[in-house]
Every structure is written in structure tokens, then in C-alpha cells.
């Protein structure tokens, strides 16, 4: 289990126009990914503990992924992160829908478990985003992604995030290529995950 701590700038586009015109102004180009990511919890025990469980889908693998103690302040998000690769047999439990065991036996269920203070018995599915993420990386050693992704009632979020241990001077950069390209942007205030699961709540009191 991979363990480290996540630090990254967060803006989000106005349109896809905007957002192809910095697709095809960006260097370093990587490689175009087709992501499923899908959110977890027990009962929301994780959620009132600060704690975010995903399985990501992507390009035919999968990664189970723990965020705790996350925040977004002035568009820089930090939070501290636990991975691990998913075998093809857990993949195709998650294909099944049988998360648990796609997950037993893997230390980030031990970590779930010690985040709840007990056992774990099922895990539950509590929404899903569809992702079309374009990667770059730059000689500053940052990691630069574009995401393109869709809510489960259609809401399209277009998100800039630059991975970096350097956000202040990361955003001098960004701001200076987003303003000589006219884009239109507003600094993130929450998470895909925050906006996922305020769409869920509003579609229930709609119900």
C-alpha cells in the first residue's frame, strides 16, 4: 500500500471550448485516460469521519484509493492518500459489484477498518463519475491533468489540477497560460466527490 500526501491546485473551465483550447495549448502531453471512479462507504461512517474510499477504473485497470483528513482552501486541495493496484480477480468482483471481496485481504481494508473501529462486513456504493482525464507532465516535475466528468444526472464538471509541492509558484504558471489564452475560471471550492454526493442529496429531496 502506497502512502503519501496529495497537494494540488484546482480549477475549474467555463466550457468545453475552453477546455480544448488548453488541451491543445498544454506540453507534455502523456496519454488520454477513460476513468470510472466509484465512491464507497458503511453506512457513512467514512464520510463523518473524513475519510473518501474509491475504486477508479481506468484503461482496463483498477485502484482502490483512501483520502483522509482532505480539504480545499483557496483552490489547493491537500489531503493525505492510501493506494493499491486491484488484481484481475478483484477487478472482476467490482465488475460484480462484490466490493468486499474485491477488497479482502488488502491493507486498505485493514485501514478502512481502523477508521470505522470495527470490522467491516459490506461496503456500499454510494455514487459513481464518469471521467475523460488528458495527463501532462512538465519539466517542473508537476503533474498536469484535465478532466472532463460526468455526474449521474449530467452535470459536466471541466477541472484543471496540477499536482505539485510548489502551488504558489505553480499557479504564477497556470494563471499567466490561462490568462494569455482568455479561459474562463473559478478556483475550486470543493471536491468531484463533495459535488457528487450534493447532487446525490438534492436528487433525494427532489424524490
Not at 464520510?47 to 489547493?76: F, M, P, Q, S
Not at 460526468?150 to 510548489?166: A, K, M, Q, S
Not at 457528487?196 to 442529496?201: G, K, P, Q, S, V
Request: aromatic content about 6%.
Amino acid at each position: 500500500m502506497k502512502e503519501f500526501e496529495e497537494v494540488e491546485l484546482k480549477y475549474l473551465l467555463g466550457s468545453d471550448a475552453d477546455l480544448e483550447m488548453l488541451a491543445q495549448s498544454l506540453p507534455g502531453f502523456q496519454a488520454d485516460l477513460k476513468q470510472q471512479n466509484i465512491y464507497l462507504d458503511v453506512r457513512g461512517k467514512l464520510r463523518a469521519r473524513g475519510c473518501l474510499c474509491r475504486i477508479r477504473l481506468e484503461n482496463g485497470n483498477g485502484e482502490v484509493t483512501l483520502k483522509v483528513a482532505g480539504e480545499i482552501k483557496d483552490g489547493v486541495s491537500s489531503a493525505t492518500e492510501y493506494s493499491e493496484s486491484l488484481t484481475s480477480e478483484a477487478l472482476k468482483q467490482v465488475e460484480s459489484n462484490d466490493f468486499m471481496g474485491a477488497l479482502r485481504g488488502m491493507k486498505c481494508l485493514d485501514k478502512l477498518e481502523s477508521i470505522c473501529g470495527e470490522p467491516l462486513t459490506a461496503l456500499e456504493e454510494w455514487g459513481r463519475i464518469r471521467n475523460l482525464r488528458r495527463c501532462f507532465r512538465w519539466d517542473q516535475d508537476w503533474v498536469v491533468e484535465l478532466d472532463r466528468a460526468i455526474f449521474p444526472d449530467g452535470t459536466i464538471r471541466r477541472e484543471l489540477e496540477v499536482e505539485t509541492d510548489d502551488p504558489r509558484g505553480a499557479r504564477e504558471v497556470i494563471d499567466g497560460i490561462l490568462r494569455d489564452l482568455q479561459i474562463s475560471w473559478q478556483e475550486a471550492h470543493e471536491s468531484k466527490s463533495c459535488q457528487l454526493f450534493r447532487i446525490l442529496e438534492e436528487s433525494a429531496g427532489e424524490s
